[in-house]
Structures are given as structure tokens and as C-alpha cells.
């Protein structure tokens, strides 16, 4: 139930790009060979959700029915937007700060911990009101963020992912995560045997969450670590707040562009409508997880090929925008023509209006990849508010598109809206700013496979 991210979630580079404290002690077959490990280690993650989670989920929806799925992707959404708040715009600034001074890495970790911790009591609270106020006869719906809302408190303990990312050792954070994700969705199967109620699905996503928290903690253990070594510092949080408020702004208004949609159409049409975008979402954002791995493993040798050569360091950003155009290209295609089948096999009666949705919202992936990618950029050249700002006007874009052409055009509304703010926030708003226009170009030319100016 996360946009890691399920947020978010990071970005998208990774054959050529290491720690220093890795360069320090690999040659170059060595360092690329341990990067392409890692890779596959999140791909190989990412996979098996992906394989897993559309069977289990499209189960669960057939279940559910469109009324009943609808409330709870309402839920998620609900509480995925407020989440944003959870990760503080932390995450890619943590795993730059252990790569830069591993020797700190205690109290860089203690730090996060606690504040993530404070960040997930606050999405709990912040659900619970706001969701009181926008719908305050509906128990039901009530109950199913209060549940949701609750498992935002223990991803503080994603904080030891970070510590493995770093390290390009994502292999220990894949296994504990992966190992729940199974278990729990075996726990899903179970549900629906035994036709447990919605409140039950709700309970499932968070008991994910928890039980991640638990492998993480003991893969850490295993690693020889102790979290009873870290260290909370005030100067270092008001530093990681400092440089991560605007990318917390920034994840809240991508969150809105990439789950307003729902509320709006909870709020404007029905929940069932609700539950029709969100079945054709879980084949559309499924894919999302291809640039996040590649960032995940790659951000931070890339951090470290900026040091080396600006021309080195751009000629890989170009290279990875070309990567995932080409990938997003390859997946928009045919799921363009295949929509109406996926939606009638997997989904049944009373779902094919997914179809036509899916086909549109499937066009938002290469922007998504895009913007994935050129996080790191951002944080490398310190550029986090102007993120924000272009996140911002995505948002806004999002929004006043929503107004407009969900009350004609619903669910089919909605996906155009998401898929122009995406189109706008990734690529075109870069075009406007002189920092920003050289990306523009970058992105433009791997968008119309235009060769790499030498």
C-alpha cells in the first residue's frame, strides 16, 4: 500500500554507477558486476510483486465487486496522499548522506528513524481527521483509513533499506520485504476463501507493512549491525529537514497527481466509479517499479560519476532516459490494443469499462520514467525546490483538469488528467527554467530517439 512511492518510490539508473567507498575497494568489471546484481536483486522483487500482486489483486477485486473495491482503493489513495508526509522527502537524501559519510552512518540512521517515526503519527492523524471531516457519515470508509493509516507508522523502519541501498546491497531489504509480500498475500487468498469482509483487506495491507519492519529489522541483526548503536542529533535532522521539506512538498504534490483522481472521483461520480479506475490502475502503475529499481541501484554511483566527469555524467543520464523511454515504449504499445481484453479476462462482468481507461493511463508511464530518472540530477545539483515547484503545478494541472472532465467523461476523464499532469510536471515544465532546459532536451531526444549530440 505504499507509492515508494508504493512510493514513490526513487529512481532509475544503474549499470555504471557505485559508493565511493565501493569504488575504493572494486575494480571497474567488479563495480559494474556488483551494480547488475543489485539491479536484479530489486528487479527480481519488483517481478515477483508484479506477477503475484496482479493475480492476487485482480482475485480480490472479482471479490470485492466494483462497490466494494472501489472504497477500498478510495482508502488508499486517501491515505497514500496524506503519506507523503511519512517519508519527510528523506529517502534519496539519506542514502546520498551514507554514501558520503558512511562513518556517520548511526547517527544518520537514528536520525531518519525518528523522524520518519514522528512523520508516520502524523499521517495517522491527519487521515483520521481529514477523513472525518470529507465523509463524516461513513463508518465503514472511517475504519478502512484508520487501519490503513496505522501501517504508515512502522515504514520509519524502511529507514534500514536505505542503509542497504547504500551500500548497493539491496539483496537483504528485498528478502525481508519479499518474504512478508508472500506470506501476506497467501493471507489475501485465505481472505477471500473464507469471504472475510472488506475491513479484513484493509488489515492485510497493513499487517505487510509491519511484518516488512519486522524482516528488515532482522536482516539488519544478521548483517552484524545493532540498532541500539544508532543516534539521534539535532543538527543532522534540522540539516536532512532542511534539504528534504521541499521534496516532501514535491512527493505530496506527485501524490496528488497520481491519487487525487480517485478522491475526486469518489467525491464527484461514486465509489464505484472509483473501483473501475482503480482496476485499470493496477495494470498501468504496476510497471512503475522498472525505474525505481534502476534508481535505487544506481544513484549512488552516479552521485559519485559527477565528481569524476560532468561529461561522463550527463552522457549516463542521457543513456538511462533512452533505457526507459524505450522500456515504457514497449510496454504502452501493446497494452494500448490488449486493455479491453486484460480488463474482461482478468477482472469479469462489470469491469470492462476499465479497458478504455487503462488503454489512456498506460501513456502516462514514460513521462513517470522520466521523472524517475532525473531525481537524482535534482539532488545532486541541489535543485529540490524547483522540484517542488514543478511537482506543484503538475498537481494544480491535475486538479483543474479532474474539475473539468470527470463530471463529462469519468473514470476516462480522470486517466486524461493524470496523463497530461504527468506529460507537464516530468518533461514540459522543464522547457520554462534555464537550469532545467538542458533535461528538457535530453528527455526530448530520447523521446523522439534522436542521436547523442558529441
Known amino acids: 500500500m505504499r507509492y515508494n512511492v ?41 517481478i515477483i510483486r508484479l506477477a503475484v500482486g496482479l493475480v492476487v489483486g485482480t482475485w480480490v477485486a472479482r471479490f470485492l465487486g466494483r462497490d466494494q473495491f472501489g472504497s477500498l482503493s478510495y482508502a488508499v489513495a486517501f491515505v497514500s496522499l496524506l503519506g507523503a508526509v511519512t517519508t519527510l522527502g528523506l529517502d534519496g537524501i539519506v542514502i546520498r548522506e ?5 562513518e556517520r552512518k548511526d547517527e544518520i540512521l537514528g536520525t531518519t528513524f525518528v523522524a520518519k517515526l514522528a512523520g508516520g503519527f502524523l499521517t495517522l492523524v491527519l487521515s483520521l481527521s481529514v477523513i472525518l471531516l470529507l465523509r463524516p457519515g461513513d463508518s465503514l470508509l472511517h475504519s478502512l483509513v484508520g487501519v490503513l493509516a496505522l501501517g504508515t507508522v512502522f515504514q520509519s523502519f524502511d529507514t534500514i533499506d536505505f542503509w542497504f541501498q547504500s551500500r548497493v546491497e539491496s539483496r537483504f531489504g528485498v528478502f525481508a520485504k ?4 508472500l506470506i501476506v498475500a497467501a493471507f489475501k487468498v485465505s481472505l477471500i476463501l473464507m469471504h472475510a469482509p472488506l ?44 534539504e528534504g521539506w521541499p521534496l516532501a512538498l514535491a512527493s505530496m504534490a506527485v501524490m496528488v497527481y497520481m491519487k487525487i483522481d480517485q478522491i475526486m472521483l469518489g467525491q464527484m461520480i461514486g465509489l464505484r466509479e472509483v473501483g473501475i479506475y482503480g482496476a485499470a490502475l493496477r495494470f498501468s502503475e504496476v510497471w512503475y517499479f522498472i525505474p525505481v529499481s534502476l534508481v535505487a541501484s544506481v544513484a549512488p554511483s552516479l552521485t559519485t560519476a559527477r565528481k569524476t566527469s560532468t561529461i561522463l555524467y550527463y552522457a549516463r543520464l542521457e543513456n538511462l532516459f533512452r533505457l526507459l523511454v524505450g522500456i515504457a515504449l514497449v510496454i504502452a504499445i501493446p497494452m494500448t490494443f490488449v486493455s479491453g481484453y486484460l480488463a474482461r479476462t482478468f477482472y469479469g462482468p462489470g469491469y470492462e469499462s476499465a479497458g478504455p481507461v487503462l488503454a489512456i493511463h ?52 480522470a486517466a486524461v488528467a493524470t496523463t497530461i499532469s504527468y506529460a507537464m510536471s516530468a518533461v514540459v515544465l522543464n522547457a520554462f527554467n534555464s537550469r532545467t532546459r538542458r533535461i528538457f532536451f535530453m528527455q526530448l531526444r530520447a523521446m523522439l530517439v534522436v542521436p547523442t549530440r558529441r
Open 98 to 102: 551514507l554514501v558520503r559519510h558512511p
Open 6 to 46: 508504493e512510493s514513490s518510490d526513487v529512481n532509475s539508473f544503474w549499470i555504471r554507477y557505485l559508493p565511493t567507498s565501493v569504488f575504493r575497494r572494486l575494480d571497474g568489471r567488479q563495480s559494474a558486476q556488483k551494480v547488475i546484481a543489485n539491479a536484479g536483486w530489486l528487479s527480481a522483487d519488483k
Open 199 to 242: 475491513f479484513a483487506f484493509a488489515l492485510a495491507g497493513s499487517l505487510e507493512i509491519f511484518l516488512g519492519a519486522i524482516g528488515l529489522l532482522v536482516a539488519y541483526k544478521k548483517s552484524g549491525q545493532h540498532l541500539f548503536a544508532w543516534k539521534v542529533n539535532s543538527d543532522r535532522a534540522r540539516q536532512l529537514v532542511r
Open 362 to 413: 498506460i501513456w502516462a508511464a514514460p513521462f513517470v520514467f522520466l521523472g524517475v530518472a532525473q531525481s537524482p540530477w535534482t539532488l545532486n545539483e541541489g535543485l529540490t525546490k524547483l522540484a517542488l515547484a514543478r511537482a506543484a503545478c503538475g498537481a494544480v494541472i491535475n486538479v483543474l483538469l479532474n474539475l473539468v472532465l470527470i463530471p463529462t467523461h469519468g473514470a476516462v476523464g
Open 178 to 181: 519479499n518474504s512478508t509480500f
